[in-house]
């Protein structure tokens, strides 16, 4: 049996497409599917119902799946063990981080790692979506909590405050607000992802503004925004400290903070560790701890 053609059958299947594995994969997309095609001859009936426009499963694909997939994770597994035994990691690590803070201080991070263990190739994916470890093929993410139940294994990196910031013109002209709800009838420019406005949480309530007259998904740029005096903003302190000592920015609804969110360095649950992966989690550990007291922060 054609072990690997069983591990790119699950590609095709998550992509939707054999041309979508292909790339993943980085092969023809032809090889694709001539392979996957002998894995059908062999086993005497059709896995997938191919159209020119569509991929779907036939009944005897459904049943092989999930044991597809376990095969996969096995060989991840076998590959991860195989790599404990190299004395110098080796291939490509694939992290994603929300885009604030893989501009910050997760690309210097990075540039360090990289000289370090210069075997190693890095992609960094920006992302505020918490994206599938599988179908992505992630090594890691960093990612803000509370997290998800899940397979994951999750390392606090440390916890961050988020506050109200407005400019200092447009709190003179409304006065300095004393609860959340009056933001109601504020201008509000706000973080979202996917054209999804995001939450603004409080310490006692959770507060979704029903629309928005500016919509972000790059928190610098709501920050931005209302710095110009376009409107009341909900950002990290961390991200804000600069528009805060500059004076270009005000810090509204204190008494409201929310407690600080957790953020994480998240990977895959395996018996095994990659000496990449190994390797990168105690290198940003040691940035962590060096990286010390910042505003808005808390370790």
Known sequence: MDLEAVCWFVDVVEQGSFAAAARRLKQPSSNVSRRVSALETEFGVPLLLRTTRSLALTPEGQAFLPLATQLRQERIQLESWADTLRSEPSGRLRITAPSSFARGPLTNWLIRYRAAYPKVDIELIHSNDYLDFQTHQLDFAFRQGPLPDSGLVAQRMFSIEYGVFASPARLAATGDLTHPDQL????????????????????????????????????????????????????????????????????????????????????????????????????????????????????
């Open 184 to 299: 109601t009838t504020l201008p509000i420019i706000s973080p979202g992802a996917r054209q999804q406005i995001l939450p603004w949480r409080f310490k006692h309530q959770v507060w979704v503004p029903k629309g928005a007259t500016m919509l972000f998904e790059d928190m610098e740029q709501c920050l931005q925004a209302a710095a110009a005096g376009h409107g009341f903003t909900y950002a990290s302190r961390y991200e804000a400290t600069p528009f805060l000592r500059s004076g270009d920015l005000q810090e509204t609804l204190i008494d409201h903070r929310p407690e600080p969110v957790g953020f994480y360095l998240v990977s895959p649950h395996r018996q095994y560790r990659s000496l990449k992966s190994e390797t990168f989690l105690q290198h940003v550990l040691q940035e962590r701890d060096a990286f010390g007291l910042a505003d808005g922060l808390v370790f």
